[in-house]
């Protein structure tokens, strides 16, 4: 299983990403993929996740991005997005993605890091 993060870049406050998560050696269908982020100085957490699509693919965001965030997966092409709008200087940070197969509790694969930026 590997997980590639891409995208990621300065943008000014308002503005927009999209960062993609591209994944290989694995069933996409099979996998909840989760957005997660490290600030420096700060405990990485959680951004957004989606379900397997065998669990129907319900998505969950946190409060802080809830509104501004989209995630969605695309499986033709074994990719998973997260649509970043609005941007604020507070989500300057590096995005993570990782993949959980269905039926374990924990994020076992992950992706290298692409760094977001926001200016003000």
């Known amino acids: 299983v590997q997980l590639q993060a891409s995208g990621g870049g300065l943008v000014q406050t308002g503005g927009s990403l999209r960062l993609s998560c591209a994944t290989s050696?694995?069933?996409?269908?099979?996998?909840?993929i989760a957005w997660f982020r490290q600030a420096p100085g700060k405990e990485r957490e959680l951004v957004a996740r989606?379900?397997?699509?065998?669990?129907?693919?319900?998505?969950y965001y946190e409060d802080f991005v809830k509104g501004r965030f989209t995630i969605s997966r695309d499986n033709a092409k074994n990719t998973v997005y997260l649509q970043m709008n609005s941007l604020k200087v507070a989500d300057t940070a590096v995005y993570y993605c990782?993949?959980?197969?269905?039926?374990?509790?924990?994020?076992?694969?992950w992706g290298q890091g692409t760094l977001v930026t926001v200016s003000s």
């Open positions: 990782a993949a959980r197969r269905i039926y374990e509790s924990t994020y076992n694969s």
């Open positions: 050696g694995m069933t996409l269908d099979y996998y909840a």
């Open positions: 989606i379900s397997s699509g065998i669990s129907g693919g319900t998505t």
